[in-house]
């Protein structure tokens, strides 16, 4: 990977599942559960009846909260977010899950964090308005952050916001159409990225 074109972030952005955290929400017992087929969870809970989006919801914060508990951070997690405080560089979370989820993974597992941007603060991945809510609130210009993420929607997200980002491909073959800007196998090589700009 060439990094001779590439400066350091003054922010990173990351997505929680999968990305910081193993993923351990079943996607598609969640759906089976709901009743929405294949669709996306969050868009199809959105054009409920408020008497269905209450029910379904209740179901997402069951299966959100029980994976929450059972969270186990990816390898090399906490070596680069220690890395990254000592670099006094900028971070948070952008999650699709709840804020009360993201806040019992937090607290699990001893991270804190000056930014949070969940779904309970309105639009949420792959509309790029939750990233640049982050990018606000820690004072960067999305060119001058990372966002960092396993998924589709975050690719999509970070492209729209126009936004560095990065893909964690867990030794995948890309799945989707949208092209990030770099891809990772792992956190660990993430990091190794990081480390090399330092140079």
């Avoid at 910081?20 to 868009?43: C, M, N, S, V």
């Avoid at 009846?49 to 186990?72: F, G, K």
């Avoid at 890395?83 to 607290?107: D, F, M, Q, Y």
Wanted: with cysteine.
């Amino acid at each position: 990977m060439r990094v001779n074109d590439v400066t350091m972030p003054r922010a990173l952005i990351f997505d929680m599942d999968g990305t910081l955290t193993e993923p351990l929400l079943d996607f598609p017992h969640i759906k089976a559960d709901l009743g929405i087929g294949d669709r996306p969870i969050l868009e199809a809970i959105a054009e409920m009846s408020d008497a269905e989006r209450q029910r379904a919801d209740a179901i997402l914060h069951d299966h959100e909260d029980r994976a929450a508990r059972d969270s186990t951070l990816n390898a090399g997690c906490k070596e680069l977010l220690s890395w990254i405080e000592s670099r006094k560089i900028r971070w948070g979370i952008v999650t699709r899950n709840s804020a009360r989820c993201a806040k019992i993974v937090l607290a699990q597992h001893a991270i804190e964090l000056e930014t949070l941007v969940t779904r309970d603060d309105g639009l949420f991945k792959p509309h790029p308005a939750p990233l640049l809510l982050a990018c606000e609130r820690m004072d960067v210009l999305p060119n001058d952050a990372w966002m960092i993420g396993d998924g589709q929607y975050d690719v999509e997200a970070g492209l729209a916001a126009g936004i560095p980002t990065v893909w964690i491909s867990h030794g995948r073959d890309r799945f989707f159409d949208a092209m990030p800007w770099k891809t990772v196998r792992d956190l660990p090589e993430l990091h190794e990225l990081l480390r090399s700009l330092t140079v």
